[in-house]
């Protein structure tokens, strides 16, 4: 058995992809590793890239976006590694980041996930790492709190955003873009709930393994950059309804019918609270008058949906 199997799932991101992958065998040593690349229906030549410039790589080729969770969960089932490393295309990584990770997993053999140091490009921390989703965070994040008072333990608390993320601690969250999981654990578990097409599938899984009796560490010893949102980006004011669906499942999933009707209530006067903002983007706005529109319009969609629950929120790619 290899100790690492390292899965990507890309979509359309060819150019960071070629430049993560390539960090990855110049930076990874002393430990025996494959990676394996899931390519979500790219049209962009990503999966041509790596079969002329890694033919190393196992490959799977998908003929429709399947999702982060379910692309992840085909790289799943067919590692071979001892650990499973989650890891975004838009990453690279610094001295020899993963070995250093693999290293502080085996002298901690309880720890399901085990996360590490995210910078942005310019070196500078990138938060990572995250409490649970509940209706207090709900309220804290929908209201910009955390970003009014970042220091605050209390106001930041879903964000951990008054932590420095320079030593070992337990979390509730390791962000899925660098994410170390233990075999035994996922055979223990299961893989992940491909219910969650993208964000908020890590959370239920760490929420499903600290159920089990497993540990959720982060360790400082090892770097990554994180371009942040590659994917995304490309979508991004659907994204946000997706990102709020995703916490709405989660919610229904382990918290229960009323806490994800009042969540839905939440949700719900958080779009309605932008959409006269973007309106009037859009109205002050020349160049980018129709993007505005958009963002209203989608946001005016996302308060309908979460009054009926929250359906209607995934995106469609």
């Not at 290293?103 to 996930?113: E, H, K, L, Y």
């Not at 873009?177 to 899984?205: H, K, N, P, S």
Request: glycine share 6%.
């Amino acid at each position: 058995m290899l100790d690492l199997s390292i899965i990507i799932v890309s979509w359309n991101t060819r150019y960071i992809l070629c430049d993560c992958v390539a960090s990855i065998y110049a930076q990874t040593r002393d430990i025996k590793f494959e990676v394996i690349v899931i390519d979500n229906a790219s049209i962009d030549g990503s999966a041509e890239m790596v079969k002329r410039e890694f033919p190393q790589i196992v490959l799977v080729e998908n003929s429709k976006n399947a999702g982060f969770a379910a692309a992840n969960n085909q790289g799943i089932n067919i590692a071979r590694g001892r650990y499973v490393l989650l890891l975004n295309s838009d990453t690279i990584v610094l001295d020899d980041a993963i070995s250093k990770t693999v290293s502080f997993a085996n002298d901690n053999p309880a720890a399901a996930v085990v996360g590490c140091r995210i910078l942005n490009p310019d070196k500078t921390l990138q938060p990572t790492c995250f409490m649970f989703p509940s209706l207090l965070n709900m309220f804290l994040s929908t209201a910009y709190l955390y970003k009014l008072f970042p220091r605050s333990w209390f106001f930041g608390r879903e964000q951990m955003s008054w932590w420095n993320r320079d030593d070992v601690r337990e979390v509730d969250v390791v962000t899925g873009c660098f994410m170390l999981v233990r075999r035994e654990a996922i055979e223990q578990v299961g893989v992940m709930d491909e219910r969650f097409f993208m964000y908020g599938e890590e959370t239920d899984w760490c929420y499903r393994f600290r159920q089990a009796g497993w540990k959720i560490l982060f360790t400082p010893s090892a770097e990554i950059i994180h371009l942040g949102g590659a994917s995304t980006k490309q979508m991004k004011p659907e994204m946000v309804l997706q990102l709020r669906a995703s916490i709405l499942l989660f919610l229904k999933k382990h918290r229960g019918r009323w806490v994800h009707v009042l969540a839905c209530l939440l949700v719900a006067t958080f779009f309605l609270l932008r959409v006269p903002y973007w309106l009037g983007a859009a109205i002050t706005s020349g160049n980018n008058r129709n993007s505005h529109i958009r963002t209203a319009r989608t946001y005016i969609r996302g308060f309908f949906s979460a009054l009926m629950g929250g359906r209607g929120l995934v995106a469609t790619t």
